[in-house]
T-cell receptor, first 114, second 116 residues
Framework: IAGITQAPTSQILAAGRRMTLRCTQD?????MYWYRQDLGLGLRLIHY???????GKGEVPDGYSVSRANTDDFPLTLASAVPSQTSVYFC?????????????FGPGTRLTVT | AQTVTQSQPEMSVQEAETVTLSCTYD???????LFWYKQPPSRQMILVIR????KQQNATENRFSVNFQKAAKSFSLKISDSQLGDTAMYFC?????????????WGLGTSLAVNP
C-alpha cells in the first residue's frame, strides 16, 4: 500500500508558468488537503476537499486552485507562479473531513519559483 | 481566533533521557482533538499521538505520552528513553472550527535534537 503519492518530488519553475502538483491516495479516504510549509510559518492550509466533487478554501488559497473529480486524486494548480509560492507542498488525507481524524501525509513537493 | 503556541523553537536531549515539549492552545470550544506530529529530516509527517478533549485519561503510545490539562489549555508531549531516531521537528495541532469547517490549526514546531 503506497498511501499518498505526490509528484513531482521537486521542481524549479519560472515565474509566470502554470504548474500542477499531483496527489493520489489509495486509502479511499473521503477528505483531502493541500498544505504549504514555510520556515517560521509552519503548515498552512491552502485548499481542502471533504468528499469527491466538493472543495473549500483554506487559510492561504490565493493563486491556487484544486479539483476533486474522484476520491483518489486531488491536484493543486498554480495558474501563474510567483516567487512567493516557493515552498514545500504537502498533500494529506483523512477518512472523514472535519479534523477529528488523523491526517496522513504525502512525502511533499519542493517547489522553487524563480 | 484559535491559536496553537509552541514556545520552544529548539530543544536538545541526551540519548536515553526524557524530554517534554510544550504546547498551549486557545479555544472556547469544549469538544476537540489534539495531535502531535513528527517530521524527521526525511520530511515525512507522521502522527505521534492523539488526544480527545472529552477523555480525562492522558494518551500514551509506547515511549510517547501527553500531559493534557484542559483547564489550562495545555498539551505537552513527553518522550521517554529518547532515541537518535526521535530527532525531528514536532508539531502540535488542534482541531478547531465547527462542523465541516473544522480544520487542523498548527503550531510552528519544536526542533528536537537527540544527542548521542
Amino acid at each position: 500500500i503506497a498511501g499518498i503519492t505526490q509528484a513531482p518530488t521537486s521542481q524549479i519553475l519560472a515565474a509566470g508558468r502554470r504548474m500542477t502538483l499531483r496527489c493520489t491516495q489509495d486509502m479511499r479516504h473521503n477528505a483531502m488537503y493541500w498544505y504549504r510549509q514555510d520556515l517560521g510559518l509552519g503548515l498552512r492550509l491552502i485548499h481542502y476537499s471533504n468528499t469527491a466533487g466538493t472543495t473549500g478554501k483554506g487559510e492561504v488559497p490565493d493563486g491556487y486552485s484544486v479539483s476533486r473529480a474522484n476520491t483518489d486524486d486531488f491536484p493543486l494548480t498554480l495558474a501563474s507562479a510567483v516567487p512567493s509560492q516557493t515552498s514545500v507542498y504537502f498533500c494529506a488525507s483523512s477518512e472523514v473531513g472535519g479534523a477529528f481524524y488523523e491526517q496522513y501525509f504525502g512525502p511533499g513537493t519542493r517547489l522553487t519559483v524563480t | 481566533a484559535q491559536t496553537v503556541t509552541q514556545s520552544q523553537p529548539e530543544m536538545s536531549v541526551q540519548e536515553a533521557e526524557t524530554v517534554t515539549l510544550s504546547c498551549t492552545y486557545d479555544t472556547s470550544e469544549s469538544n476537540y482533538y489534539l495531535f502531535w506530529y513528527k517530521q524527521p529530516p526525511s520530511r515525512q509527517m507522521i502522527l505521534v499521538i492523539r488526544q480527545e478533549a472529552y477523555k480525562q485519561q492522558n494518551a500514551t503510545e509506547n515511549r510517547f505520552s501527553v500531559n493534557f490539562q484542559k483547564a489550562a489549555k495545555s498539551f505537552s508531549l513527553k518522550i521517554s528513553d529518547s532515541q537518535l531516531g526521535d530527532t525531528a521537528m514536532y508539531f502540535c495541532a488542534f482541531s478547531g472550527g465547527a462542523g465541516n469547517n473544522r480544520k487542523l490549526i498548527w503550531g510552528l514546531g519544536t526542533s528536537l535534537a537527540v544527542n548521542p
